[in-house]
């Protein structure tokens, strides 16, 4: 048997806005706002629908109030100025037609075992770097020409600065940890996990496959005619869910004639409860099915770690409110 340890700590909490120049395009808002809490959206707006939606079940409770409906404001003001924005950008680039995109991203990540936390600030067109917020020296940073002179507006607009320092230096990461703990109170009211038994084919190996379940920790154990087998058996590493639950696989290596002459249990310890699942033809089959399970979550992990690194920023605004009030709701044209 073997005890897992909880070996992801780094946690980032993003927003990003995103706003289209051109007005009709199938299927696609104009402006959309997505936040996302370890690389799964928590909550979505779009210039449509016009109203902020929770993505998590997690999150229902905490968007029927007050400071849901503040955030849902927030983005309404934000997509006006960004309207106003793009065009004076695409003035800047001196396109006069086509399709262009201004994006924001920003937030901040934050690890639980050193406690080191940063923010990120940071503005693109078309795909490309425009702006970024140095947020050692709280100053706008401009990577074209064309960016020049919002940055000189931007930095002296000592208040909109005085407040973001506030806000990334510790009110982003406060809610960052407020958000981590609605998710783990949730997950750990339904963590339990499912345990199967997968096969591919008779002549190949058993796989006990955990998943669902929460906290990290968990003991997976084959036993061979009630005493622990750990010969011809893999233990499998431990995998993050994209809902924030984990799962994990033991494999069992034996010939078909030694699951008909012996009697094989897989056994799960999971926070003092004890799954088991007998091994069986028919508790095999029943699980057949279920085999795209195993595959498709090793994708998923993938795709969330690609994620954290292709973006390393973004997040919900502040309880605070200021003029800009972190959507820039002032215009970046003079």
Not at 82 to 108: A, D, E, P, W
Not at 158 to 167: G, I, V, W
Not at 180 to 206: I, N, W, Y
Not at 291 to 307: C, E, G, H, W
């Amino acid at each position: 048997s073997q005890t897992v340890i909880l070996m992801w700590s780094l946690h980032t909490f993003i927003t990003t806005y995103t706003e289209i120049s051109e007005e009709k395009i199938t299927g696609i808002p104009k402006f959309f706002a997505v936040t996302t809490l370890d690389g799964r959206q928590i909550d979505y707006y779009d210039s449509e629908i016009k109203k902020l939606i929770p993505r998590q079940d997690w999150m229902k409770e905490f968007a029927s109030g007050d400071r849901f409906k503040e955030y849902t404001e927030i983005r309404e003001r934000v997509q006006q100025t960004n309207k106003i924005n793009i065009h004076f950008l695409m003035q800047q680039f001196n396109h006069s037609h086509g399709v262009h995109t201004y994006q924001r991203t920003y937030g901040c990540d934050w690890d639980d075992e050193t406690r080191y936390s940063r923010g990120f600030d940071q503005y693109g067109y078309d795909g490309e770097d425009l702006i970024s917020l140095d947020v050692k020296k709280f100053q706008y940073i401009t990577h074209v020409p064309q960016g020049l002179i919002t940055t000189v507006k931007w930095n002296n607009n000592t208040a909109q600065l005085e407040f973001l320092k506030q806000y990334y230096q510790l009110d982003c990461v406060n809610w960052l940890k407020y958000l981590l703990m609605l998710r783990k109170v949730d997950l750990e009211r339904r963590g339990t996990p499912e345990v199967s038994l997968l096969q591919k084919d008779p002549s190949s190996p058993v796989l006990c496959h955990a998943t669902g379940f929460y906290p990290a920790a968990v003991t997976i154990t084959w036993l061979k005619n009630g005493q622990d087998h750990y010969e011809d058996v893999d233990l499998g590493e431990l995998l993050p869910n994209v809902d924030g639950t984990f799962q994990k696989s033991s494999t069992l290596n034996i010939i078909p004639e030694e699951s008909k002459t012996n009697r094989y249990v897989c056994e799960v310890e999971h926070k003092g409860r004890t799954f088991q699942k007998i091994l069986t033809e028919d508790e095999i089959k029943s699980n057949t099915s279920k085999l795209i399970v195993v595959f498709t979550p090793f994708l998923k992990a993938f795709l969330f770690i690609f994620y954290l690194r292709r973006y390393e920023c973004c997040c919900m605004c502040s309880k605070q409110k200021t003029a800009n009030e972190m959507g820039i709701t002032s215009s970046v044209k003079n």
